[in-house]
């Protein structure tokens, strides 16, 4: 093989590598309020055991960044959101798509049963549905780069 080839085929894989990160759940993502569509926090979506986890590594809603859980009842009482984990131990379940049981909002102090998954139109979006009994609500979170 010539070094013309091998030095191509290097760059054409070099440029593959970051379109094949930008295509999975983990990584950052901006919360949007699906009441009010304003950005709320970034989250940082990482596995860990096989499972995924999510906390709250920075409050972008304007006069929040102090944010406490004051509505939390036990050990998260009165706790900054900044640092908290929202998203415990949800499973792959194929096809991209992640269920737990462990999706908290600290604004509420609920917390819900979730499934998680890319939007198949847009590897940026990520769609996030909370579930209480048969009621659910569906978010869109965009990924931040970085």
Same mark, same amino acid.
């Given at each position: 093989?010539?070094?013309? @080839?091998? /030095?191509?085929?290097?760059?054409?894989?070099?440029?593959?590598?970051?379109?094949?990160?930008?295509?999975? %759940?983990?990584?950052?993502?901006?919360?949007?309020?699906?009441?009010?569509?304003?950005?709320? @926090?970034?989250?940082?979506?990482?596995?860990?055991?096989?499972?995924?986890?999510?906390? %709250?590594?920075?409050?972008?809603?304007?006069?929040?960044?102090?944010?406490?859980?004051?509505?939390?009842?036990?050990? /998260?009482?009165?706790?900054? %959101?900044?640092?908290?984990?929202?998203?415990?131990? @949800?499973?792959?379940?194929?096809?991209? %798509?992640?269920?737990?049981?462990?999706?908290?909002?600290?604004?509420?102090?609920?917390?819900?049963?979730?499934?998680?998954?890319?939007?198949?139109?847009?590897?940026?979006? /990520?769609?996030?549905?909370?579930? /209480?009994?048969?009621?659910?609500?569906?978010?869109?979170?965009?990924?931040?780069?970085?």
């Amino acid at each position: 093989m010539s070094t013309n @080839a091998i /030095l191509s085929f290097f760059i054409f894989f070099i440029m593959l590598c970051p379109m094949g990160r930008s295509q999975g %759940v983990f990584g950052k993502w901006k919360t949007i309020d699906d009441r009010t569509g304003k950005p709320k @926090a970034i989250i940082e979506i990482y596995e860990e055991d096989g499972k995924m986890h999510g906390k %709250v590594i920075e409050i972008v809603e304007e006069g929040k960044e102090n944010f406490v859980c004051t509505k939390c009842e036990g050990e /998260l009482k009165d706790k900054p %959101v900044l640092g908290m984990t929202i998203i415990e131990g @949800a499973e792959h379940h194929g096809n991209g %798509v992640y269920k737990g049981d462990k999706l908290f909002d600290p604004q509420q102090a609920m917390t819900f049963r979730c499934k998680i998954w890319l939007n198949p139109d847009n590897p940026d979006e /990520l769609k996030v549905r909370g579930y /209480l009994a048969f009621i659910y609500r569906t978010q869109t979170w965009i990924r931040v780069d970085g």
